[in-house]
């Protein structure tokens, strides 16, 4: 632990530097101050008479200040101090002091350490100045070694030195050193000084310490705006927002101090950063309200909030307010820009931003790649990135990460992993926990257990198997190929288990449909500190869903929703599978009033499922309604709601909106061509059907048994039934049952017994114990009258004592479905029901 109080070796004599302008930053020795020492200085940048300079005539050290202070070009600072070794002012310690301001300030930092170790006097102010550049350069323990020396100087310490001073805390020695700081400011007397004390609480606030800051507050015995907003600014950074605006509005209770503009910026960050994003653009508009216009830094901590929720308006908005007011030069605020549109998903202006206002930094760029893949527009990323490498942007691994991951996303997982393949044999870029853990995400969804095994042993060499993302990702690549076993010796090599990592071991057990194992490992994992999130129990649903317990998947959600979990959208595209496949209506239509109530309806993802969920409940009309209210549509969307037209036989409407589709420039594939076939079958147009299925190879879209099924259904129903025949023997697939019976039921239709002889025959051979195909045989000889045969079929039916299998019905009562067929007797109230039958009955009888 760094400590002030331990015993400080005696400083070594005082060594003559070296006179060389060679310069180790990490071997700076700092030297007592000896005006009689003679040093070098290396020469001006420009003496050349020339050009013209403003201060060749006659200057004063007050002017040297002057235009140093204002200086924040490196260049002309370089100018300037050449200019004063011209003048004369060669070891004057006020000017150099400057010039040591000057370069800290503009980043130069060797210049600085060079100027500083050449100076003939040193005082107070050049050891701070010193210490300012080593802080601006992230140098935090040789600030910490610079500051130490300061204390065997012949000068006294002033109050200015230890703002600067208690900056190391927050990069080095933490609280500890910084409450050691404390004690020395209030043994130097300085604890009341207004500037120190307000230092004293925005290193308390940075090293987390807030009891303390808050406790230091009260005991000020003067406060300005500085101490308060220190205060709000520490509340705010570590995500105390409730106590951050509880001290805000302290401000005027206590001191009668009104909040200023940084006040109200801190508070406006603290809420953005931390996600309480409708609050932070709430706190936006009262703050303009009370008369203070936002700056750039406000801004761009807004636009992140605006990204999140989508507020395009609001992002325009902000966008002419940049440009008005002549801040589109801010990096931060393009950067944000950029990022609102492209989760707005307006790509153009997202363009247009990036290509007139970003300075083409990684950041920009990989905003823009992002952009690009969650837009589905590969190419236009791909270009982009091709363009990066041209300009040697290349070695950037995190847009390596950008691409694979956005491949991986866009379920483009072949050309991920040949991504991946290139990334692993560049020597110049090196791959890190997410490239490993997106190639993994690859070969998961592939089911590629060999290729991951290959990761595996790549993430062992570079020792990053115990990084939790890398683990959790190897976690569900081994659960995604079935090798449970596997997943739960990678998760035991994690080291610092997080929640997403346990969360990643649940959802692999609930997919394996081991819930035992599921309870067990969520024991563990509340044992060990992580308490579980809204993920951990998506995972575990997700488990109940695909495993078809989809009653017990909706018993959960009532559950999460009783345990005080709030669920996200996430959890709401999970459950609504289950009220398909279990055609509860009721259920559906709660959680789609969840959906509604949390603005989620409109997601492209919650609409398709909310329109499949609708059509196989049987609600054609609340299934389109559920359709228009989309806000972004893509190919999910647009195939769900032409299958609910196919399903329901809405021919007509179906062929329309298939048209449509093509109108509007979606690229169909297989799912969209099976929809559109069967919309052409329930509305019997034959030459339309011909033409949508002679259509599929401009799209690239191979035919499936099940196209062909839809063609020889259609040209059956026509009465082609020797074509569709044809095209049953010239398929390249084998017949199957529901193909021959199609092809039967046209014939039963057209009286055709030749060929309905022979599809019954291939059904009876496939399937001999279905009664079903025996019936239909029968119902084509009655059409045809011939009763010797449907004599004969019936006969077959009663020896071999074959029975049609019941059809079904339910009915669903408080959320609870009964099922009946036909003389049921075995639900649990039979009494009741046929009593009540029995009474209904009776009635009719009266009626009538």
Same mark, same amino acid.
């Given at each position: 632990?760094?400590?002030?109080?331990?015993?400080?070796?005696?400083?070594?004599?005082?060594?003559?530097?070296?006179?060389?302008?060679?310069?180790?930053?990490?071997?700076?020795?700092?030297?007592?101050?000896?005006?009689?020492?003679?040093?070098?200085?290396?020469?001006?940048?420009?003496?050349?008479?020339?050009?013209?300079?403003?201060?060749?005539?006659?200057?004063?050290?007050?002017?040297?200040?002057?235009?140093?202070?204002?200086?924040?070009?490196?260049?002309?600072?370089?100018?300037?101090?050449?200019?004063?070794?011209?003048?004369?002012?060669?070891?004057?310690?006020?000017?150099?002091?400057?010039?040591?301001?000057?370069?800290?300030?503009?980043?130069?930092?060797?210049?600085?350490?060079?100027?500083?170790?050449?100076?003939?006097?040193?005082?107070?102010?050049?050891?701070?100045?010193?210490?300012?550049?080593?802080?601006?350069?992230?140098?935090?323990?040789?600030?910490?070694?610079?500051?130490?020396?300061?204390?065997?100087?012949?000068?006294?310490?002033?109050?200015?030195?230890?703002?600067?001073?208690?900056?190391?805390?927050?990069?080095?020695?933490?609280?500890?050193?910084?409450?050691?700081?404390?004690?020395?400011?209030?043994?130097?007397?300085?604890?009341?000084?207004?500037?120190?004390?307000?230092?004293?609480?925005?290193?308390?606030?940075?090293?987390?310490?807030?009891?303390?800051?808050?406790?230091?507050?009260?005991?000020?015995?003067?406060?300005?705006?500085?101490?308060?907003?220190?205060?709000?600014?520490?509340?705010?950074?570590?995500?105390?927002?409730?106590?951050?605006?509880?001290?805000?509005?302290?401000?005027?209770?206590?001191?009668?101090?009104?909040?200023?503009?940084?006040?109200?910026?801190?508070?406006?960050?603290?809420?953005?950063?931390?996600?309480?994003?409708?609050?932070?653009?709430?706190?936006?508009?009262?703050?303009?309200?009370?008369?203070?216009?936002?700056?750039?830094? =406000? $801004?761009? &901590?807004? !636009?992140? +909030?605006?990204?999140?929720?989508?507020? #395009?308006?609001? *992002? /325009?908005? %902000? @966008?002419?307010?940049?440009?008005?007011?002549?801040?589109?030069?801010?990096?931060?605020?393009?950067?944000?820009?950029?990022?609102?549109?492209?989760?707005?998903?307006?790509?153009?202006?997202?363009?247009?931003?990036?290509?007139?206002?970003?300075?083409?930094?990684?950041?920009?760029?990989?905003?823009?790649?992002?952009?690009?893949?969650?837009?589905?527009?590969?190419?236009?990323?791909?270009?982009?990135?091709?363009?990066?490498?041209?300009?040697?942007?290349?070695?950037?691994?995190?847009?390596?990460?950008?691409?694979?991951?956005?491949?991986?996303?866009?379920?483009?997982?072949?050309?991920?992993?040949?991504?991946?393949?290139?990334?692993?044999?560049?020597?110049?870029?090196?791959?890190?926990?997410? =490239? $490993?853990? &997106?190639? !993994?995400? +690859?070969?998961?969804?592939?089911?590629? #257990?060999?290729? *991951? /095994?290959? %990761? @595996?042993?790549?993430?062992?060499?570079?020792?990053?198997?115990?990084?939790?993302?890398?683990?959790?990702?190897?976690?569900?690549?081994?659960?995604?190929?079935?090798?449970?076993?596997?997943?739960?010796?990678?998760?035991?090599?994690?080291?610092?288990?997080?929640?997403?990592?346990?969360?990643?071991?649940?959802?692999?057990?609930?997919?394996?449909?081991?819930?035992?194992?599921?309870?067990?490992?969520?024991?563990?994992?509340?044992?060990?500190?992580?308490?579980?999130?809204?993920?951990?129990?998506?995972?575990?649903?997700?488990?109940?869903?695909?495993?078809?317990?989809?009653?017990?998947?909706?018993?959960?959600?009532?559950?999460?929703?009783?345990?005080?979990?709030?669920?996200?959208?996430?959890?709401?595209?999970?459950?609504?599978?289950?009220?398909?496949?279990?055609?509860?209506?009721?259920?559906?239509?709660?959680?789609?009033?969840?959906?509604?109530?949390?603005?989620?309806?409109?997601?492209?993802?919650?609409?398709?499922?909310?329109?499949?969920?609708?059509?196989?409940?049987?609600?054609?009309?609340?299934?389109?309604?559920?359709?228009?209210?989309?806000?972004?549509?893509?190919?999910?969307?647009?195939?769900?709601?032409?299958?609910?037209?196919?399903?329901?036989?809405?021919?007509?409407?179906?062929?329309?909106?298939?048209?449509?589709?093509?109108?509007?420039?979606?690229?169909?594939?297989?799912?969209?061509?099976?929809?559109?076939?069967?919309?052409?079958?329930?509305?019997?147009?034959?030459?339309?059907?011909?033409?949508?299925?002679?259509?599929?190879?401009?799209?690239?879209?191979?035919?499936?048994?099940?196209?062909?099924?839809?063609?020889?259904?259609?040209?059956?129903?026509?009465?082609?039934?020797?074509?569709?025949?044809?095209?049953?023997?010239?398929?390249?697939?084998?017949?199957?049952?529901?193909?021959?019976?199609?092809?039967?039921?046209?014939?039963?239709?057209?009286?055709?017994?030749?060929?309905?002889?022979?599809?019954?025959?291939?059904?009876?051979?496939?399937?001999?114990?279905?009664?079903?195909?025996?019936?239909?045989?029968?119902?084509?000889?009655?059409?045809?009258?011939?009763?010797?045969?449907?004599?004969?079929?019936?006969?077959?039916?009663?020896?071999?004592?074959?029975?049609?299998?019941?059809?079904?019905?339910?009915?669903?009562?408080?959320?609870?479905?009964?099922?009946?067929?036909?003389?049921?007797?075995?639900?649990?109230?039979?009494?009741?029901?046929?009593?009540?039958?029995?009474?209904?009955?009776?009635?009719?009888?009266?009626?009538?």
């Amino acid at each position: 632990m760094v400590s002030l109080l331990e015993p400080i070796a005696q400083p070594l004599p005082l060594q003559l530097l070296q006179e060389s302008l060679e310069f180790r930053a990490s071997k700076i020795s700092f030297h007592k101050s000896k005006p009689t020492r003679r040093r070098d200085f290396p020469q001006p940048i420009s003496t050349s008479p020339a050009h013209f300079f403003p201060l060749d005539d006659l200057v004063n050290s007050s002017t040297y200040a002057s235009a140093l202070e204002s200086c924040k070009c490196p260049r002309l600072g370089k100018q300037v101090h050449a200019q004063t070794l011209k003048n004369g002012f060669h070891g004057h310690e006020f000017v150099e002091t400057k010039l040591l301001q000057m370069y800290g300030k503009c980043g130069c930092f060797n210049d600085a350490v060079l100027l500083f170790d050449k100076m003939r006097a040193r005082n107070l102010y050049s050891w701070t100045a010193l210490l300012n550049v080593y802080l601006s350069d992230g140098l935090f323990e040789e600030a910490f070694e610079c500051f130490q020396q300061v204390r065997f100087e012949d000068f006294d310490l002033e109050f200015f030195l230890f703002p600067v001073v208690l900056k190391i805390c927050c990069g080095y020695g933490g609280i500890e050193l910084g409450k050691q700081l404390h004690g020395i400011v209030m043994k130097y007397g300085f604890s009341s000084n207004i500037y120190v004390g307000n230092a004293l609480i925005d290193m308390y606030g940075k090293c987390a310490s807030l009891e303390d800051a808050k406790k230091f507050l009260s005991n000020m015995s003067v406060r300005d705006c500085v101490s308060w907003n220190s205060v709000i600014t520490a509340f705010a950074v570590n995500g105390m927002l409730s106590e951050a605006h509880e001290v805000f509005k302290q401000m005027s209770a206590e001191d009668n101090l009104t909040p200023n503009f940084i006040s109200w910026s801190a508070l406006i960050g603290g809420f953005s950063q931390n996600g309480y994003d409708e609050e932070a653009i709430e706190m936006l508009y009262k703050m303009q309200a009370v008369g203070f216009q936002p700056n750039a830094q =406000t $801004l761009a &901590s807004i !636009l992140p +909030a605006c990204g999140r929720l989508q507020m #395009l308006y609001l *992002g /325009k908005a %902000i @966008h002419g307010y940049l440009a008005r007011h002549e801040l589109m030069s801010n990096s931060f605020v393009v950067n944000g820009l950029i990022d609102v549109y492209r989760r707005c998903g307006d790509m153009g202006n997202a363009f247009r931003v990036f290509s007139m206002f970003s300075t083409k930094n990684d950041v920009s760029y990989n905003t823009m790649l992002v952009g690009y893949f969650e837009n589905g527009e590969i190419s236009k990323a791909q270009e982009l990135f091709y363009q990066m490498q041209r300009e040697g942007k290349w070695k950037d691994i995190i847009s390596w990460n950008s691409m694979i991951s956005g491949y991986v996303n866009n379920s483009m997982f072949g050309e991920a992993l040949n991504m991946f393949h290139k990334v692993m044999w560049k020597e110049e870029i090196e791959a890190d926990t997410f =490239t $490993l853990g &997106s190639a !993994l995400a +690859a070969c998961a969804d592939m089911g590629l #257990l060999r290729r *991951g /095994k290959e %990761i @595996h042993s790549c993430a062992i060499v570079r020792g990053l198997q115990t990084d939790a993302f890398v683990g959790g990702a190897l976690v569900e690549m081994y659960s995604k190929c079935l090798d449970i076993k596997a997943a739960q010796k990678a998760f035991d090599k994690v080291n610092e288990r997080d929640i997403p990592t346990w969360n990643a071991l649940i959802s692999s057990y609930a997919r394996s449909d081991e819930m035992v194992s599921v309870e067990c490992t969520l024991e563990k994992m509340k044992a060990d500190g992580c308490d579980p999130n809204i993920y951990t129990w998506n995972g575990i649903l997700a488990g109940h869903v695909e495993n078809a317990r989809n009653e017990s998947a909706l018993q959960l959600f009532l559950d999460i929703q009783y345990s005080g979990l709030r669920p996200d959208i996430y959890t709401i595209g999970t459950v609504l599978p289950a009220c398909s496949r279990l055609a509860t209506l009721d259920r559906g239509k709660q959680i789609h009033a969840y959906a509604v109530r949390c603005g989620y309806d409109s997601d492209t993802h919650i609409g398709s499922a909310l329109v499949d969920m609708y059509a196989k409940c049987g609600c054609v009309k609340h299934a389109r309604l559920a359709y228009d209210n989309i806000k972004k549509y893509n190919l999910v969307t647009e195939n769900a709601m032409l299958t609910a037209y196919a399903m329901h036989g809405y021919g007509e409407e179906g062929i329309d909106f298939f048209r449509r589709m093509l109108g509007n420039g979606f690229i169909p594939d297989d799912v969209t061509f099976l929809s559109a076939l069967s919309s052409c079958v329930h509305a019997g147009l034959l030459e339309t059907g011909l033409e949508f299925f002679d259509l599929m190879g401009s799209y690239n879209a191979k035919p499936t048994l099940k196209h062909y099924t839809c063609m020889v259904d259609l040209l059956s129903r026509t009465g082609k039934l020797n074509e569709a025949l044809k095209v049953i023997k010239e398929m390249p697939w084998d017949p199957d049952t529901v193909i021959w019976g199609a092809l039967l039921g046209g014939c039963v239709i057209h009286k055709n017994l030749e060929v309905g002889e022979t599809a019954a025959n291939k059904l009876i051979e496939l399937e001999p114990g279905n009664t079903g195909n025996h019936i239909m045989l029968a119902n084509l000889y009655a059409s045809v009258g011939r009763w010797g045969d449907l004599t004969k079929t019936r006969q077959l039916i009663n020896e071999k004592k074959m029975h049609k299998s019941p059809g079904c019905s339910w009915i669903e009562d408080k959320s609870e479905i009964h099922v009946f067929v036909a003389c049921d007797t075995s639900h649990q109230r039979t009494d009741e029901i046929y009593e009540i039958l029995n009474i209904l009955t009776t009635q009719i009888k009266v009626e009538h």
